[in-house]
């Protein structure tokens, strides 16, 4: 049987990233069941991110905004931002895989078991072994499926197409807004030229990915009314997910990408989390390496890095109260509302980028528009413990973070009895 030191299964974002930051140190197979370099997802994303991670030859088009509209908002997140071409990123990706000795193979992961320390990957004809397995299937990957370890999952189910544009040489915007419909759902545009776009109907489900058909039958409709006769180029169709897993490795397995649910809930989207997290992934899989360590004990602390990041905690109580505008206030028509409380900051919270200054000045931002008793009755007493929780745990982590900097805390003193509240002796 043929021997790795690392299978990666499914060659998308994650997979290809996680191939290339690993394929210096050790032999790996990459496995694809559909043709390796292609996607059905569309991506936008950030000047400086395509600059840091090498993708500039795929940008399609540059903007400085994305522009969100509800029946009565609007706001424009003033960013630089980019739309790639999204299989010419992956065959860029393929490229660089293989220049580094990544063994690409067109085969679908069927199934594995464990042997003497290590798994036994399936495909259809062949059997492959190694010590570690990355599965980086997407949201449908059969081993998350199989061990039932979705908890909770949110997720974004899409369909749309690339279409040449009905009046070539003015290109549409970057932006999302709703349809107004029973079912909840928005239209996504990215542009790709002067004649080609991207665009797309999508609509949040809790804990199901919804039914594409649907979701086809409304695109048709969407299509017909703002381009009809449109000539369609490509499906585009998938989703963006967020949740929870009841465990994020296996003995032996590790999970990356939307497979672990990388995404945290409500911003950030699952390529742009995998551009900025693939590095660290790579980083924590050398460490298992180096320790030869892969029980799901030592594989977990692969994904506590990646998803317990202080900026993830900044990001779920911010989220928190992002839900609160979005249920009272109707929806898409609360969620740009919120956006516009926010102002400008609300791009460090698109881009997942959020640090102590940011929320604060965050916080004043949303006060400023909205009074703090408005927000406080906005949040559900059920809901009390999740957020006072995460504050919690925040507040740990940043004071175990300050003593490991050797930072020295100040000191908490005991409050001094209020002065006059009594007559001293004698008087
Ligand atoms: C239309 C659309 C628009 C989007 N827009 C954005 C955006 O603007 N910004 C953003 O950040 N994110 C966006 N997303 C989300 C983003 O595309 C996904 O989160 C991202 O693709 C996840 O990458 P992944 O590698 O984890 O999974 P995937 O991209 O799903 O890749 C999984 C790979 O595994 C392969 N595979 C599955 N099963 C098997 C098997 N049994 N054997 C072998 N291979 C297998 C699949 O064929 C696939 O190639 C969008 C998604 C869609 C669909």
Request: aromatic fraction near 10%; charge should be neutral; glycine fraction near 8%.
């Amino acid at each position: 049987m043929e021997t790795f030191d690392i299978i990666i299964a499914g060659a998308g974002p994650a997979g290809l990233t996680a191939a290339i930051e690993l394929a210096n140190d050790y032999k790996i197979l990459l496995l694809e069941k559909n043709k390796p370099g292609t996607t059905t997802a569309t991506w936008y994303s950030y000047a400086d991110r395509a600059r840091e991670y090498g993708l500039e030859d795929a940008v399609a088009i540059r903007t400085d905004y994305i522009k969100f509209t509800s029946p009565s908002q609007t706001h424009y997140m003033r960013d630089d931002c980019v739309i790639f071409d999204h299989n010419k990123v992956l065959s860029i990706w393929l490229e660089k895989a293989v220049s580094l000795g990544v063994d690409i193979r067109q085969e679908e992961f069927t199934g594995y078991e464990y042997a003497d320390r290590g798994v036994v990957v399936k495909t259809g004809d062949n059997e492959y072994f190694a010590p570690l397995l990355i599965d980086a299937m997407g949201i449908n990957s059969p081993i998350i499926r199989q061990n039932k370890l979705i908890k909770r999952k949110d997720a974004w189910v899409i369909y749309g197409a690339r279409i040449k544009n009905k009046t070539p040489g003015k290109a549409y915007q970057l932006e999302y807004y709703p349809l107004n419909d029973e079912a909840n759902t928005y239209v996504g545009i990215h542009p790709i030229s002067n004649e080609e776009t991207n665009i797309y109907v999508f609509k949040g489900q809790k804990n199901t990915l919804g039914n594409p058909d649907e979701m086809k039958e409304i695109f048709e409709k969407v299509l017909n009314e703002t381009n009809p006769g449109a000539e369609k180029l490509e499906t585009l169709s998938g989703s963006i997910v967020s949740g929870l897993l009841h465990k994020y490795a296996l003995d032996n397995i590790v999970f990356f990408g939307s497979s672990g649910m990388l995404n945290p809930d409500g911003c950030g989207m699952g390529f742009n989390e995998i551009l900025k997290q693939h590095k660290i992934f790579a980083q924590e899989v050398k460490k298992c390496y180096q320790s030869n360590r892969f029980d799901q004990r030592s594989l977990n602390k692969i994904s506590d890095k990646i998803r317990n990041q202080e900026v993830i905690y900044f990001q779920k109580i911010i989220g928190a109260f992002s839900l609160y505008f979005i249920k009272s206030a109707g929806k898409w028509d609360g969620g740009v509302k919120w956006l516009n409380a926010m102002g400008e900051d609300s791009k460090q919270w698109m881009r997942n980028e959020m640090d102590l200054e940011w929320l604060k000045k965050a916080n004043l931002r949303l006060h400023s528009t909205i009074p703090v008793a408005e927000t406080l009755k906005m949040i559900p007493l059920n809901e009390l413990p999740f957020i006072m929780g995460q504050l919690i745990r925040f507040a740990n982590k940043a004071v175990v973070s300050k003593i490991k900097q050797g930072v020295k805390l100040p000191e908490f003193k005991k409050p001094k009895p209020e002065s006059g509240s009594g007559k001293k002796n004698g008087e």
